[in-house]
């Protein structure tokens, strides 16, 4: 890797480390549906005009055509649920500790990968499960004990986790030769419009508040849009094909790191020693879970993990 693919790296970890800050910021003033709206149909159209300058074969309406139904199923799994979760999450759970909940994604790729597609498991992936899975547990214990986070709030992150890791391995399944940015476009669309008439009938509830829609409150907005998502994916896609999955995969690790400094930095949430040691045994284990993992096939497009088709 070069030093213009370590700024790369850091970059993305930083973008979606914010995406919780923003979360944080927004969800309890405009409510999840609003936000996960925005955050899809704004990502979609920083992604349009790139899928359309680049994109060679096939095209998006093509795709859409022939794989309506997948990429509806991929949508429910990728964002639609997801975006949802994180958001309501967001009402009760710290950017840091959502964040960290996050770097369990991998770990449900592992069991996913195991249970779905029979991949094999050595004895030093399933000791990597366990111990990522028991660190999600003793972190999670530790802060419904000590009153910071309540366990449903914790279970949408973990259910969010599980769709991102779901919708990887369906795609390598249904999507062979689609590029990824079709897909991510696409699923992002889909999504945003399936949201849209929710969103709008939550709209008066919002402008009645109007007061609470604070600069920090729309920053918040556009940033999960423009940057979280849009920018931030196109960033990992491009990433990918410099570098390969299984090092871009690697941002996983930093972005608890800029999850719990942004959360510090502009939330004033504190960072105690017990996430420090849950982020060290979730990251460890999900190092381990993933030594000797098949790696994608260069055939199937799973979204945000393969290179952009030029």
Known sequence: MHLKDHLSLLLLAALWGASFLFLRQAAPVVGPVI??????????????????????????????KQQGWTLAGVALTSTLLPFLFLSQAALS???????????????????????????????????????GFAGVVLLSAERLHGGHASGLAILFVLLATFCYALSVHTIQRKLHGVPSLT??????????????????????????????????VWIALGGLAVLCTGFAYDLFNRLIARVGASRAISVTFLIPVF???WGTLFLGETVSASMLLGTAVILAGTLLSNQGAVPVSRTARPIHFEEETR
Do not use: F, K, Y
Request: include cysteine; hydrophobic fraction near 50%.
């Open 183 to 216: 897909i991510t476009t696409l699923t992002l669309g889909i999504t945003g419009m399936a949201l849209l008439p929710a969103c709008l009938g939550g709209l008066p509830a919002t402008a009645g508040a109007g007061h609470d829609l604070s600069l920090t």
């Open 93 to 131: 759970l710290s950017a840091g500790l959502m964040s960290i909940l996050n770097a369990s994604t991998p770990l449900w790729g592992a069991a996913i990968g195991w249970v779905w597609t029979r991949e094999p498991l050595g004895r030093r992936r399933l000791l990597g499960l366990a111990t």
């Open 35 to 64: 936000v996960a709206t925005v955050r899809t149909l704004g990502g979609a159209l920083v992604l349009l005009p790139l899928l359309m300058l680049r994109q060679s074969a096939p095209r998006p309406l093509s795709v859409l």
């Open 259 to 261: 999850g719990m400094l």
